[in-house]
């Protein structure tokens, strides 16, 4: 049986922003990088890096790294790249377009931008790239964790 999803210390405020709490909200589409994503067999945990964008519009932040921890994770699905980013790298693979919620039982990893509100068990974070990577994951927990 799957649980609802808990977001500790922090909120999604809209598609591109987490609110986090007592430091206000990240742009995470354009102040942010996204750097890795692991997961940790062990644990069933899945951690996503981000490292603060070296822009002259970035303002400047108390860190300048986090991470998004998923803890005790039930369901991690990525979708494939789109046609044009299977070949070679290129910037916009690190950077987000979306971030929100979609459904366990939605296989076309659609919904991420009807709601930010946890409503049941079946709602799971989505994170899309600007090249088109998607990333599902429910979990019991998700946690914002700066980096030192």
């Not at 990525?78 to 366990?104: C, H």
């Not at 994170?127 to 990577?133: A, D, K, P, S």
Request: with cysteine; hydrophobic share 40%; aromatic share 14%.
């Amino acid at each position: 049986m799957l649980l609802n999803m808990h977001f500790k210390s922090f909120s999604i405020t809209d598609p591109t922003n987490i609110h986090i709490h007592l430091d206000g909200d990240l742009d995470l589409h354009n102040n942010w990088l996204l750097t890795r994503v692991e997961y940790i067999f062990a644990s069933r945990t899945v951690r996503i890096y981000w490292k603060v964008s070296t822009g002259a519009w970035v303002p400047e932040y108390a860190f300048n790294a986090f991470y998004l921890e998923f803890r005790n994770v039930t369901l991690f699905r990525a979708k494939e790249l789109d046609e044009r980013s299977v070949d070679e790298f290129v910037e916009d693979d690190t950077i987000l377009a979306m971030i929100g919620l979609t459904r366990t039982d939605e296989p076309e990893f659609r919904g991420v931008l009807d709601y930010t509100e946890i409503r049941d068990e079946k709602d799971c974070m989505c994170i899309y790239t600007e090249n088109g990577q998607v990333f599902v994951i429910h979990a019991e927990i998700v946690e914002f964790m700066k980096v030192k």
